[in-house]
């Protein structure tokens, strides 16, 4: 399977549960942090895919941990290997923002053949702290007893963070562009209609407008999330594997599932059931 098509069937068909076991790609062992931020920046190429990091001299300690924390998993390195040669899509990281302790993903572009070919992963300079909430992160959330614990440490958290973004880049691969630009142009006039009407969302010209994109705004949006958190899900499921709390950190997750997103409990479910350890003990 080429490195296209693995990218546009990596969550609808297998996440990625070929690529984490027998055909997992070995990714380059980092070197020092100054000398692979500044090999990758002078080797890329505006008009070539591959993986661009582009992380200010001040944060380049605390990036090579989170970025290590994250190869240390098959699931990492064989993404990160992926989107290393990857034949059009540059994925950009960088570290900065004004949400220190959270992460973003934008910046895309299209090709004129709809393939998905520049993104750009924002990570705030302290993601290594801070948990969101469990509603729409049920995977980070779970996390935060067991650093109290220290039975992790802060590093699990922003390679998890990492991971959740990964899923981004993921899902918006998948997404048809013309979809995509639609919903950015169709969500605005959705709110305004949405704030005027008394927040009745059965206006007909509300139900129109989400039946067009695909769904309301709140739709739209929190899938996206649930698929950065099926990602996360895939990194701990890997990271976490081996630990005797393996069990009662999933189980956090499903109940969270559970009660905040029901509707999409087969996306995490389907991870569990790859890795029978973890569907036997918390996803039955």
């Given at each position: 399977m080429n490195i296209s098509s693995r990218l546009?069937?990596?969550?609808l068909l297998t996440f990625l549960v070929v690529l984490a076991g027998s055909q997992v790609v070995t990714a380059q062992q980092p070197g020092s942090a100054r000398n692979s931020v500044r090999d990758r920046n002078v080797s890329s190429k505006a008009d070539a895919g591959g993986l661009r990091e582009d992380i200010p001299e001040?944060?380049?300690?605390?990036?090579?941990?989170?970025?290590?924390?994250?190869?240390?998993?098959?699931?990492?390195?064989?993404q990160w290997e992926m989107y290393s040669h990857h034949p059009y899509l540059q994925l950009t990281i960088t570290v900065g923002g004004k949400n220190a302790e959270g992460a973003g993903t934008g910046k895309y572009k299209?090709?004129?053949?709809?393939?998905?070919?520049?993104?750009?992963?924002?990570?705030?300079?302290?993601?290594?702290?801070?948990?969101?909430?469990?509603?729409?992160?049920?995977?980070?959330?779970a996390l935060e007893p067991f650093e109290s614990r220290n039975l992790?440490?802060?590093?699990?958290?922003?390679?998890?963070?990492?991971?959740?973004?990964?899923?981004?880049?993921?899902k918006i691969?998948?997404?048809?562009?013309?979809?995509?630009?639609?919903q950015l142009q169709l969500v605005p006039i959705y709110n305004k209609i949405?704030?005027?009407?008394?927040y009745n969302v059965n206006d007909p010209r509300l139900v129109e407008l989400a039946q067009k994109m695909g769904?309301?705004?709140?739709?739209?949006?929190?899938?996206?999330?649930?698929?950065?958190?099926?990602?996360?899900?895939?990194?701990?499921?890997?990271?976490?594997?081996?630990?005797?709390?393996?069990?009662?950190?999933?189980?956090?997750?499903?109940?969270a599932v559970?009660?905040?997103?029901?509707?999409?409990?087969?996306?995490?479910?389907?991870?569990a059931k790859s890795q029978g350890a973890l569907y036997s003990c918390s996803w039955k």
């Open positions: 546009s069937r990596l969550f001040k944060y380049a300690k605390r990036y090579q941990e989170w970025k290590e924390e994250f190869l240390s998993t098959d699931i990492g390195k064989a299209w090709n004129e053949k709809g393939e998905l070919i520049a993104a750009t992963i924002i990570l705030g300079e302290r993601i290594n702290e801070g948990y969101p909430s469990a509603v729409y992160y049920p995977v980070m959330n992790i440490g802060g590093t699990v958290l922003a390679a998890t963070k990492i991971a959740h973004e990964f899923g981004h880049v993921m691969s998948t997404t048809p562009h013309d979809v995509y630009h639609l949405f704030l005027s009407n008394g769904g309301n705004p709140v739709e739209i949006w929190e899938d996206r999330e649930y698929w950065g958190e099926a990602n996360a899900m895939l990194f701990l499921r890997d990271r976490v594997a081996k630990e005797k709390f393996h069990c009662r950190l999933f189980g956090k997750i499903k109940r559970e009660e905040y997103a029901k509707d999409y409990e087969e996306r995490f479910a389907e991870i």
